[in-house]
């Protein structure tokens, strides 16, 4: 099984902080992490190497240091990464970043499936995993928990619903994006360390992947982060204090009567 894992960098969660100007990321000077959730699909692909064989690549699009994000994952036991990095890229919204990484993956050749996270800590959307399945017309299957079997060309997952769990069986190639439930990541090992040093990491520019400059950067994005705020929390409180039983029975029937209003009871 061929695998490919798209993970992205993100800023360590306490460090992040936003341009309220740009409503962009503010990455400059702040610590950056692999996705915490990426660790899951990196987790899940390295379980469906170890059952069915095969080769997983990690790809993530992002500034240069985003290579130490793929060396993490290569630390973990991914067999090869790659970088698609170009400042043609900053500014991409969610369907920018999903049109760079579905054609960085064409170049990969064939692959049997995609494995997402359910979202990144920093834009927090979890729309790229299903935009990526979109652009390269690919089946999908988000909030996977747990993968079960892959015969005849057919994988079958589990995904987390509302009120329990949805078997599924998906037809490859396709995407998935995980949830934490998929299994706990393993640690990257001492061996792997030292391979993920030694690996040479290829980097797909812009010219690389012959993309359209009309639908990448902010001038490409159809979305824009029009105003951030920070939402102001207000209450309002009353507060019924009773000196008898016939003061508690009043205060009853006013706490009552407030949740009626509001249609609580
Ligand atoms: C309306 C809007 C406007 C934006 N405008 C800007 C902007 O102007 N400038 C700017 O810098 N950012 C901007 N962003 C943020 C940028 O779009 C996101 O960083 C990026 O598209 C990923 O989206 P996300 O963080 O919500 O990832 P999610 O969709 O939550 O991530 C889900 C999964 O997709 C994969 N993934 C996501 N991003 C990458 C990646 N880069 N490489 C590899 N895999 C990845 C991972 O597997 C991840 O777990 C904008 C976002 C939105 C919603």
Redesign the pocket.
């Known amino acids: 099984m061929r695998i490919v894992?798209?993970?992205?960098?993100?800023p360590e969660t306490r460090s992040v902080k936003m341009d309220e100007k740009?409503?962009?990321?503010i990455?400059d000077g702040v610590e950056s992490i692999v996705?915490p959730?990426?660790l899951y699909?990196i987790e899940a692909a390295l379980i469906l190497k170890e059952r069915f064989g095969g080769e997983i690549i990690a790809?993530?699009?992002?500034p240069p240091q985003?290579a130490t994000a793929l060396k993490e994952a290569l630390a973990m036991g991914i067999d090869q990464a790659i970088l698609?990095s170009d400042r043609a890229f900053?500014?991409?919204?969610?369907w920018?970043?999903?049109y760079v990484?579905g054609e960085a993956i064409k170049t990969i050749g064939d692959y049997d499936l995609i494995?997402?996270?359910?979202?990144?800590t920093?834009?927090?959307?979890?729309?790229?995993?299903p935009?990526?399945a979109a652009h390269l017309k690919l089946p999908v299957t988000t909030y996977v928990n747990g993968v079960n079997d892959w015969t005849d060309g057919a994988l079958t997952v589990t995904r987390l619903v509302e009120h329990g769990e949805e078997k599924v069986s998906m037809q490859l190639p396709g995407v998935l994006?995980v949830v934490k439930e998929v299994s706990d990541p393993r640690l990257p090992t001492l061996d792997g360390k030292i391979r993920a040093r030694e690996t040479i990491m290829p980097i797909l520019s812009f010219d690389d992947l012959k993309l359209d400059l009309k639908l990448i950067g902010?001038k490409g994005?159809p979305?824009?982060?029009v105003k951030i705020f920070r939402p102001k929390v207000t209450r309002e409180c009353e507060i019924h204090t009773a000196e008898d039983e016939a003061g508690v029975a009043l205060s009853v029937e006013r706490l009552y009567n407030f949740l009626q209003e509001r249609e609580v009871v």
Do not use: F, W
Request: charge should be negative.
């Open positions: 894992v798209p993970i992205k960098q993100v740009t409503g962009t990321v990455r996705n959730l990426d699909s790809i993530s699009m992002g985003a698609v900053a500014g991409s919204d969610t920018g970043t999903a990484l494995i997402c996270g359910e979202r990144a920093d834009g927090d959307t979890g729309q790229v995993g935009e990526v994006t902010l994005s979305t824009r982060v």
